[in-house]
């Protein structure tokens, strides 16, 4: 089935193409690429070494690791915003980075309703922060941990983004409900069988009242948030 809405847009610059293989072709993800909702660019940094054959060097001021050098990674950059057929105004530039914004779904929210992304994936020590302030890039973060580089941070955000895009989930009042929206954490769930290792489904769930069970996915909703508030 083909949608008349325009296709999302996402363009990777990594190092590490083969890193998009796999979580992002299965699924409900995969399904809303094979209809035409979104799709997924490479732009591999390698391509683009300068003359030394080289797309790191050593951080001035010494310290341990390699950093990506600017001009090998403006190189590849200005690869991936050609391959944009509009104004990349419409289109979020993200690089992401433990100095950035922790990513939530407000911002999820946001990302989706633009008309695709430009996402920078670093490696190693980290890039040349001239090319992060020279091209303005909106600098994200996934958590307050350390990953081995950018593309599975860039994996988790396209994921969350494409989800919210329309047509993509088959049911769309499941997003209604799910955890974070109205700042609560979703209510728990439950299914066959109703006894599990003496472990009864709550008696309210099978009353068939659909008030109650309303407020009690609400007081349920309420008291995570709270847990989770004073963790």
């Known amino acids: 089935m083909k949608f008349s809405q325009k296709k999302f847009l996402i363009n990777a610059v990594t190092i590490f193409p083969q890193a998009f293989e796999g979580l992002l072709d299965v699924s ?27 797309i ?6 010494g310290g341990p690791g390699m950093i990506i050098k ?8 200005n690869e991936a915003l050609s391959t944009i057929e509009e104004s990349t ?21 946001e990302l989706s309703k633009s008309e695709g992304l430009i996402i920078v994936c670093g ?11 020279y091209n303005e890039l909106r600098e ?21 983004i494409i989800r919210l895009l329309p047509n993509v989930l088959g049911n769309p009042s499941s997003l209604l409900e799910e955890s974070f929206n109205n700042d609560l954490i979703e209510y728990l769930q439950y299914t066959k069988p109703r006894v ?4 009864k489904v709550p008696e309210v769930l099978l009353s068939g009242d659909h008030k109650k069970i309303k407020e009690w996915r609400l007081k349920n909703s309420i008291t995570f948030k709270k847990k989770k508030k004073d963790r």
């Open 70 to 77: 600017a001009d090998v990674l403006q190189n590849a950059y």
């Open 123 to 133: 490696r190693y020590e980290g890039v040349d922060q001239r090319f992060i302030d």
């Open 89 to 109: 105004k419409k289109y979020q530039k993200i690089m992401l980075t433990p100095r950035g914004k922790r990513l939530n779904q407000d911002i999820v929210k």
């Open 196 to 199: 599990w290792k003496n472990i």
């Open 140 to 160: 994200i973060s996934v958590g307050d941990f350390v990953l081995s580089g950018g593309e599975p941070a860039a994996v988790t955000l396209i994921d969350a």
């Open 28 to 54: 409900i993800i995969g399904s809303a690429r094979k209809k035409g909702i979104w799709d997924l660019q490479i732009t591999d940094i390698k391509d683009f070494v300068d003359k030394s054959n080289n």
């Open 56 to 61: 790191d060097d050593k951080p001035y001021g």
